[in-house]
């Protein structure tokens, strides 16, 4: 089955503070993974995928196949990351799976 | 930059209406989509279509129908609403996968109120 688990609906870390937001998968074929956030009265949007390899307003992403995980991670929390953060996978024919989202709030 | 837009940003219907949500975009993505959002579960896709006059079930299909016969445009309708049906909605496009991006780009969402 095609699954996206994010564990924690609520995460609350302070500012400086080191922040992860877990994300596990479960798909058969060879996923994309996506983080998406959304900000307060902001539409939803793309924050990172793991394709890119890139790092995003500090934030990064590792795709672990074995442990089948995709967690994002930033080592200085700020008060402008606090949001609701969704987890998704894109399957091979364009349907996106996502996460329940975890909202993050960062503690000034 | 692409642009999705929903018709309506708030909306209050009565049990038993018809409701449409009209969804539209300007980047020319074959693929649109429409999901519920809900504190707790997260999205849950709705439908979705992948070319003009196609359509796919999502999760959660019953008591909703789309239209698709334009290419920018994708139609979300509630036959005969229901107080199990006030959601935030959300519609989103995306270029195929095989185009080299699939990132979905999302409206700002429509908050239905059925009473």
């Given at each position: 089955a095609q699954r996206v688990t994010q564990p924690e609906k609520l995460l609350s870390v302070f500012k400086g503070a080191p922040v992860e937001l877990k994300c596990n998968y479960s798909y058969s074929g060879s996923p994309e993974l996506f983080w998406y956030v959304q900000y307060s009265r902001q539409r939803l949007q793309l924050l990172l995928r793991h394709i890119s390899r890139e790092s995003i307003k500090g934030f990064t992403a590792d795709l672990n196949k074995g442990e089948t995980s995709f967690h994002l991670k930033k080592p200085f929390a700020q008060e402008e990351d606090s949001a609701m953060y969704y987890c998704a996978l894109t399957t091979s024919y364009d349907k996106v799976i996502f996460g329940p989202g975890t909202s993050l709030s960062v503690i000034p | 930059d692409v642009k999705v837009t929903q018709s309506s940003r708030y909306l209050v219907k009565r049990t038993g209406e018809k409701v449409f949500l009209e969804c539209v975009q300007?980047?020319?993505?074959?693929n649109m989509f429409w999901y519920r959002q809900d504190p707790g579960l997260g999205l849950r896709l709705i439908y979705f279509s992948y070319d003009v006059k196609m359509k796919e079930k999502g999760d959660i299909p019953e008591g909703y129908s789309v239209s698709r016969e334009k290419k920018e445009r994708f139609s979300l309708i509630l036959e005969s609403a229901s107080t199990n049906q006030t959601s935030m909605y959300l519609c989103a496009s995306s270029t195929t996968r095989d185009r080299g991006s699939d990132e979905q780009f999302f409206g700002p969402g429509t908050r239905l109120t059925v009473l």
């Open positions: - | 300007d980047m020319d993505h074959e």
